[in-house]
């Protein structure tokens, strides 16, 4: 499969201590690929040097072929790196579309039309975007209302608009009721696979990360001492010492 992310050799200190420390790996186009570990393993920090929020202390990283590291976030953001949130961004005193609208007149380098016409811009494609979330009913409704799973469908479809190849979700489930926390990950799980596009996610519930993920990577104390698919990390005893003392660790996943 093609390599759509690289990460060679990775460290960050903060004053001397090592939070992310020696840490490489791979994501390949149309691949759906989880990071996960126990609090403060590494996970945002690693996540926010993807992005260009942190620069490394050292290591590399490459996009598409092309190195990122310590690029600022918009470049790599206009190259194909989407991001989305624990805490959800939209503008709640707008409707569902006007968001949508919004994020595609962004795309489009259109963010500074103004008036009643700006609404009537993009409004198709914002509306088949909200269908790929499930939201097309909610279209016209103001985002102040929405429930905070609806919420964060709608930010996954914020975060489509750019037509991101990459997409790096940071907790996408955080704060849901566990079905709620399910659907989602299917969402994201059929959008990976009907647009190809690349998730790589941190989530700290097992069951969203062995139903769903292709691959997972483990990280503890900075280093990543697991990259496999569910049997593999599931079965690897480091991860199963992480996580619960060495005892049996997760439900059997149901991914083919
Ligand atoms: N700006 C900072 N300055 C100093 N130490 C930091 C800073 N940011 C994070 N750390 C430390 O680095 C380590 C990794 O933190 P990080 O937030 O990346 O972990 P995480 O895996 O995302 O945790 P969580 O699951 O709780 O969000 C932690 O020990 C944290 O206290």
């Known amino acids: 499969m093609t390599e759509i992310l690289r990460v060679e050799n990775l460290k960050k200190s903060y004053d001397g ?5 020696d840490v490489s790996f791979s994501v390949a186009a149309g691949e759906l690929k989880a990071l996960i570990g126990p609090n403060g393993a590494g996970k945002s920090t690693c996540f926010n040097m993807l992005m260009g929020q942190l620069k490394p202390t050292h290591g590399r ?52 039309t103004i008036g ?44 489509l608009c750019h037509k991101p190849r990459l997409l ?14 399910v659907e989602l990950m299917q969402l994201v799980a059929d959008i990976v696979r009907d ?12 069951d969203v990360v062995f139903a769903h993920s292709h691959h997972i990577m483990v990280l503890n104390r900075g280093e990543l001492i697991a990259d496999g698919n569910a049997a593999e990390v599931r079965n ?10 060495g005892g049996t660790l997760f439900k059997e996943d149901t991914h083919a």
Not at 62 to 91: C, M, N
Not at 195 to 206: I, P, Y
């Open 17 to 21: 201590f090592l939070a992310v420390n």
């Open 61 to 112: 990283v490459y996009f598409d072929g092309k190195e990122i590291t310590g690029h600022k976030p918009r470049d790599i953001w206009r190259r194909g790196v989407g991001r989305t949130f624990q805490i959800t961004g939209t503008y709640q005193s707008m409707t569902v579309i006007e968001n949508v609208q919004m994020a595609l007149m962004s795309h489009h380098r259109r963010i500074f």
């Open 116 to 159: 009643p016409r700006a609404w009537r811009l993009y409004r198709d494609e914002a509306m088949e975007l909200l269908k790929t979330v499930a939201m097309q009913d909610q279209a016209d409704r103001p985002c102040s209302v929405l429930a905070y799973g609806d919420l964060k469908r709608l930010e996954l479809a914020i975060a």
């Open 168 to 181: 790096l979700m940071d907790e996408p489930t955080a704060g849901m009721a566990p079905t709620a926390r």
């Open 195 to 206: 647009q190809g596009v690349s998730v790589l996610f941190t989530e700290h519930d097992m």
């Open 236 to 245: 690897n005893p480091q991860v199963q010492e992480v996580y619960l003392g």
